[in-house]
């Protein structure tokens, strides 16, 4: 899905803003309002197997965030994390459909990956214990609740207080070259009020903290916490996004484009 035109805001001028110490309230204390809901974690039942055994063994048992019954259409497959306990062990099917077993497993840790249509899979670190038959009882996320990381299941991908403002390298840094490169055809120029011409001006890569400081809170708004935000300079536009928590129209993620004087241009919808 490329470009969808969400609407065209023009707003007030915005006054500049200067990049706060990195040790500042604002950047440090944010987390704490993003704490995980308790159904993130694996609720385990310990169980005992037979005496003297040394494996272990697991059951699963996968249900949605918002309902405590069991999903019949579940994909569970368990790896081992150190290679010296074998190779990866496919789900088997025991009892029945609703509970899926492991048997035999040598002690260790093992990454546990759970899934359902519909539902966002997820991806978690589980200790076998010799002669241990524990349940797990694994909650799924909706899947755009799992994509939005609506319960915080994951950590959040705001800007730290060791982190620049500015997003400079990785694949998200080409993509909004692309992106803002795209704007920037002719026949786009009226639209987004860029000077008439034939040429494409040549996108620039924003590495001013300053610049990138302001276009965060700009992109987010007064109340979000600080971002690593992409700025791209393209003619007198300047391209915005934030790659790590971007703003959401529906499962579409949030582009802006502000003026040379920080005015809100355009909201894009990709």
């Given amino acids: 899905m490329r470009l969808i035109y969400a609407g065209i805001a023009w707003s007030l001028g915005v006054a500049a803003?200067?990049?706060?110490?990195?040790?500042?309230?604002?950047?440090a204390s944010w987390e704490s309002r993003f704490t995980p809901?308790?159904?993130?974690?694996?609720?385990?039942?310990?169980?005992?197997?037979?005496?003297?055994?040394?494996?272990?063994s697991v059951t699963v048992r996968v249900h949605a965030?918002?309902?405590?019954?069991?999903?019949?259409?579940?994909?569970?497959?368990?790896?081992?994390?150190?290679?010296?306990?074998?190779?990866?062990r496919r789900v088997t099917s025991k009892d029945s459909l609703r509970f899926r077993?492991?048997?035999?497993?040598?002690?260790?840790?093992?990454?546990?990956?759970?899934?359902?249509?519909?539902?966002?899979?997820?991806?978690?670190?589980?200790?076998i214990r010799p002669g241990m038959s524990d349940t797990l009882d694994v909650g799924l996320e909706l899947f755009l609740d799992g994509y939005r990381n609506v319960h915080n299941c994951r950590p959040r991908g705001f800007r730290r207080s060791f982190e620049s403002a500015c997003v400079t390298d990785s694949e998200h840094v080409e993509d909004a070259i692309d992106y803002a490169r795209s704007l920037a055809k002719?026949?786009?120029?009226?639209?987004?009020?860029?000077?008439?011409?034939?040429t494409i001006p040549q996108p620039r890569i924003i590495r001013d903290?300053?610049?990138?400081?302001?276009a965060g809170r700009l992109y987010g708004g007064p109340e979000s916490p600080p971002r690593r935000v992409v700025v791209v300079s393209v003619g007198k536009l300047f391209v915005v996004y934030d790659p790590f928590e971007p703003e959401a129209a529906g499962e579409f993620n949030i582009w802006m484009v502000f003026d040379e004087h920080w005015r809100e241009v355009v909201r894009l919808a990709s």
């Fill in 17 to 27: 803003c200067a990049y706060p110490n990195p040790r500042s309230t604002r950047v």
């Fill in 101 to 127: 077993s492991f048997d035999g497993l040598e002690p260790g840790r093992y990454e546990l990956i759970s899934g359902a249509i519909s539902f966002s899979a997820r991806h978690d670190t589980i200790e």
């Fill in 209 to 214: 903290e300053r610049i990138c400081e302001k």
């Fill in 37 to 56: 809901d308790v159904r993130c974690q694996i609720r385990v039942t310990p169980g005992v197997s037979s005496a003297g055994t040394h494996t272990g």
């Fill in 65 to 88: 965030f918002d309902a405590n019954e069991p999903l019949v259409y579940t994909l569970v497959s368990i790896a081992p994390l150190d290679s010296s306990l074998g190779r990866p």
């Fill in 186 to 198: 002719p026949e786009d120029r009226r639209l987004f009020h860029m000077p008439a011409g034939d």
